[in-house]
């Protein structure tokens, strides 16, 4: 784990308690926010996209997309409030047309793979309505709110890049990244110098602690995993620990199961978010000591609510009550999931 620097106070730490297990600091009762927060779960965001129109409109228009993302703060008082935005917003900005399907997900044209076609100062600009979205959220937040960027990390961006879409096995990627070596580093190298200096941004702008997203880290042989998932986030780690040191950065490798502390090691991160596939009691004896680790409720316990919800909360609480801990779910809150029931959990943490 990687000590944040002095940059961020003790006293601000103090402030917000997100921020300071993020410093390494056991709270109890533990600081929280869930994936997705902001979405469709919630009247107000649902009422806000009819009236302003498609998702990737919302995520670059400022006004909307901060308002978005303080929904779910003035309604829960979560500890963080997370960027409203899509890992999408890459590719895009590169130069790859994006939309978005009803009921079907994100596509993309024909993938860009060449890496000389894809501009970075073009994406700068494309980008600069998200930092705009992050000042008015941080002017918008309470004191003790942290304010949290996010990107995807290349390997996961990279599969949609290649496929056009989402896709089970992501078997599109993998088959280039073997066929030919050498296209896929210069894809991943654009998206790696791209998300560093969208993430750079973000700080620049407010954000307080950033998160890698790794969705489909889990689909990769071991050789693939450290170059493609590995390598890549180690770089964007480093080179925006050096740029701005302030900042946390919170890795969340989806379904990789046992290499969790290889990718902790291998990494740098200064937390490790746990999916809902981890055992977190698990989790505690395999990472470091005094690591920082964020999550991970399953989303569909929370959906069913109840007896179900609680047993889930108390044995994620016994397992990781010993380290710094932050309460989140292993994977983003579903549409379905009522209120009722996120109320309830913040309920059984908050007392």
Known sequence: MHPIPAELTLETAVERPLLAVLRGERRDPPPVWLMRQAGRYLPEYRALREEKGGFLALCYDPEAAAEITLQPIRRFGFDGAILFSDILVIPHALGQELWFEAGEGPRLAPPLLDGDLLMLVAARERLAPIYETVKRVVAGLPGETTMLGFAGSPWTVATYMVAGAGSKDQGAARRLAYRDPGAFQRLIDVIVAATIDYLVGQVDAGVMAIQLFDSWAGSLAPDEFRKWV???????????????????????????????????????????????????????????????????????????????????????????????HIFNLGHGIVPETPIVHVEHLLAMLRG
């Open 230 to 324: 590995l390598a890549p986030n180690r770089a964007i780690v480093d080179a925006v620990r050096a740029a701005r040191p302030h900042a946390a950065i919170i890795g969340f490798p989806k379904g990789i199961g046992e290499k969790l502390s290889v990718y902790v090691r291998e990494t740098g991160v200064d937390a490790v978010g746990l999916d809902e596939t981890i055992d977190p009691f698990w989790a505690d004896g395999a990472l470091p000591r005094g690591m920082p680790v964020q999550g991970n409720l399953d989303p569909l316990a929370l959906v069913a609510g109840g007896a179900a919800l609680e047993s889930a909360v108390a044995r994620i609480r016994a397992a990781l009550k010993d380290r710094p």
